[in-house]
């Protein structure tokens, strides 16, 4: 005599979403930096929790006396497609950096001070790195007011906990 | 779910902005945890709407703050979930395309 069995029910699957992301920004480039920026606002854009981690050169996008001077990569650089020697003429990085920007702020992306600022009030929590803090011999008042804090690496995973993390 | 009948697409923003009414506005608001529409929701929502109306293209984030009347920070405060996303769901225009 045959068994009828019964049929076994898969369990439904939940589309996965992404509830919170940790961005690091670890270069000092106009092109390291804005990456990280795009896709902290591009989140809080989407409501999803962000925050920016900064370390090594990328804490120039939140020094005072920096971030308003950050400028393109241009030596070293193959995706500008020109021989190294010309990026490192004198003038040429700065060069390369205002033809972004205006290229930049034609599509409304902000100019990266403003832009720190526009992820901060959108609410994503913004860290210096303690390591590279004590590297560079700063302190919390180098930094816009907008950085929330200096934490450590271990501090940095204990906020990132239940998202993910984004290293750029 | 809506009472009133109109075309949305798969993420509930309408695909015809000529369907929206205030009434819809309210409705779409509360399902997406907006009990009130206080005037400076309305504020955003106006600003969106007349700016895609006016140009086909909703505003970034950016000009959102500069010039709608409402700063960013309040923006979040008003549209948790992402105000220009959120603004242009209530205001009956598509979901604003670009990542700024």
């Known amino acids: 005599m045959t068994e009828l069995l019964e049929r076994p029910q898969l369990a439904p699957i939940q589309p996965a979403t992404i509830e919170k992301v940790s961005i690091v920004i670890s270069k000092g480039s106009l092109e390291g930096i804005y990456p990280g920026l795009i896709m902290a606002n591009g989140a809080r854009m989407e409501g999803i929790e962000a925050d920016l981690f900064f370390t090594f050169f990328g804490l120039d996008a939140i020094r005072k006396d920096r971030q308003a001077g950050i400028k393109v990569a241009t030596v070293g650089n193959p995706g500008l497609h020109m021989p190294t020697v010309l990026g490192a003429l004198p003038g040429f990085s700065a060069l390369a950096t205002r033809m972004m920007q205006r290229q930049m702020e034609k599509l409304d992306i902000p100019p990266i001070p403003e832009f720190v600022e526009l992820v901060a009030d959108s609410g994503a929590g913004l860290y210096a790195c303690k390591a590279s803090v004590d590297m560079f011999g700063l302190t919390i008042d180098d930094f816009v007011p907008q950085v929330r804090d200096i934490i450590s690496v271990g501090e940095f995973y204990g906020l990132a906990g239940g998202g993910q993390i984004i290293f750029t | 779910m ?60 950016r000009s959102l703050g500069k010039e709608s009347g409402v700063a960013v920070k309040e923006l979040y405060e008003l549209f948790p979930k992402g105000p220009a996303k959120l603004a242009a769901k209530i205001g009956g225009i598509p979901k604003p395309k670009g990542c700024i």
Do not use: Q
């Open chain 2, 2 to 61: 809506t009472t009133l009948a109109v075309d949305v697409d798969a993420e509930g923003f309408l695909t015809d902005p000529n369907e929206w009414s205030e009434e819809l506005a309210n409705e779409i608001a509360a399902e997406n945890g907006i009990a009130e529409l206080t005037p400076r929701h309305w504020l955003v929502v106006r600003f969106m709407r007349d700016r895609y109306l006016a140009t086909g293209t909703a505003p970034t984030i």
